[in-house]
Nanobody, 124 residues
Framework: QVQLVESGGGLVQAGGSLRLSCAAS????????MGWFRQAPGKEREFVAA????????LYADSVKGRFTISKDNAKNTVYLQMNSLKPEDTAIYYC?????????????????WGRGTQVAVSS
């Protein structure tokens, strides 16, 4: 079993950048496919980005492709989400999730473990 803790959220102006971190404990992130999801007020949780056990296999939502980058540091047991060119519509709580599978997935119901989230707010 793995425990996940997100950090790095905050308030930023449109066009700015943030890097979210997801620190894992209990087991190493190399054992899991990892994903980032987000949930804005009044909306359903949506997929943002994911990587398989190998960082070579990544997926992105169309809305963030070219602006966000997911990465994994096995030595630090941490997964990152670099967010550039932020827009007000990126405002949400961002969640990190782990999937006991080699492959990444866009489906939240295919992830086994979740963090509590970190708030990102982008002002216009």
């Amino acid at each position: 079993q793995v425990q996940l803790v997100e950090s790095g959220g905050g308030l930023v102006q449109a066009g700015g950048s943030l890097r979210l971190s997801c620190a894992a404990s209990g087991r190493t992130v190399s054992s899991y496919a990892m994903g980032w999801f987000r949930q804005a007020p009044g909306k359903e949780r949506e997929f943002v980005a994911a990587t398989g056990r190998s960082i070579a296999y990544t997926l992105y939502a169309d809305s963030v492709k070219g602006r966000f980058t997911i990465s994994k540091d096995n030595a630090k047991n941490t997964v990152y989400l670099q967010m550039n060119s932020l827009k007000p519509e990126d405002t949400a709580i961002y969640y990190c999730a782990a999937r006991s599978n080699f492959w990444s997935s866009r489906r939240s119901d295919e992830y086994d473990y979740w963090g509590r989230g970190t708030q990102v707010a982008v002002s216009s």
